[in-house]
């Protein structure tokens, strides 16, 4: 569900080494889900994307992992740059075009 | 291509004074909008989302109205803004069919002195 009222935990990772990024869903009738990045200032920016029929989806350098089970979802980036230094929401709905609601959040630090 | 655009960006308004920020979406058809708020340093809350002309729904009660007077176009208001209201709100929009993703716009920062 939302959790617009607690502040935002952080990641620090070193430049070159991969992350994750985890988050746990609330509605197990979600079936469409998203990962979004956002730098300050800005709206956030769509990375991945996977439904529920899908446990793995990759991308270039980032994988989203699904576990319908235990309702978690994970955002895996690989050789973590600076630039990828933003905040990154997950993000859940029930049917692709209905009310997208979003996860905590967690702010990835990269230490060149 | 959809575009999706959000003014201004930023606001500095008085308490008890009114707002109105503007989303509009081109390239697109009948899409989904939805306006968010996000508090520094927090999670996005969405506070409505319509499905056509007219239709709104307010998933949080609040001191904020949304219109849709038009297609692609989705309206924020207030008619006397609080402390409280300051933050940063961004319109979305999505495919009503699901066929694309959710995507949102460049944001507004108020800030209610």
């Known amino acids: 569900g939302e959790s617009v009222g607690l502040h935002l935990p952080t990641l620090s990772v070193q430049e070159g080494d991969n992350s994750i990024i985890n988050c746990a869903y609330s509605?197990?009738?979600?079936?469409?889900f998203i990962w979004y990045k956002q730098e300050s200032g800005k709206g956030p920016q769509f990375i991945i994307d996977i439904r529920s029929n899908m446990d793995k989806r990759q991308g270039q350098r980032v994988t989203v992992l699904l576990n319908k089970t235990v309702k978690h979802l994970s955002l895996q980036i690989a050789a973590t740059q600076p630039g990828d230094s933003a905040v990154y929401f997950c993000a859940e709905t029930r049917a692709q075009g209905g009310k997208l609601i979003f996860g905590q959040g967690t702010e990835l630090s990269v230490k060149p | 291509s959809q575009t999706i655009h959000q003014w201004p960006a930023t606001l500095v308004q008085p308490v008890g004074s009114p707002l109105s920020l503007e989303c509009t979406v081109e390239?697109?058809?009948?899409?989904?909008l939805y306006w968010y708020r996000q508090a520094a340093g927090r999670g996005l809350q969405l506070l409505f989302y319509?499905?056509?002309?007219?239709?709104i729904s307010s998933e949080v009660p609040q001191n904020l109205s949304a219109s849709r007077p038009q297609d692609r176009q989705f309206i924020l208001s207030s008619k006397k803004l609080l402390l409280s209201d300051s933050g940063f709100y961004l319109c979305?929009?999505?495919?009503?069919?699901?066929?694309?993703?959710?995507?949102f716009g460049s944001g507004t920062r108020l800030t209610v002195v």
């Open positions: 509605n197990s009738a979600s079936d469409y």
């Open positions: 390239g697109t058809s009948n899409p989904n």
């Open positions: 319509s499905v056509g002309i007219g239709q």
């Open positions: 979305a929009w999505s495919s009503g069919t699901g066929e694309s993703g959710y995507t």
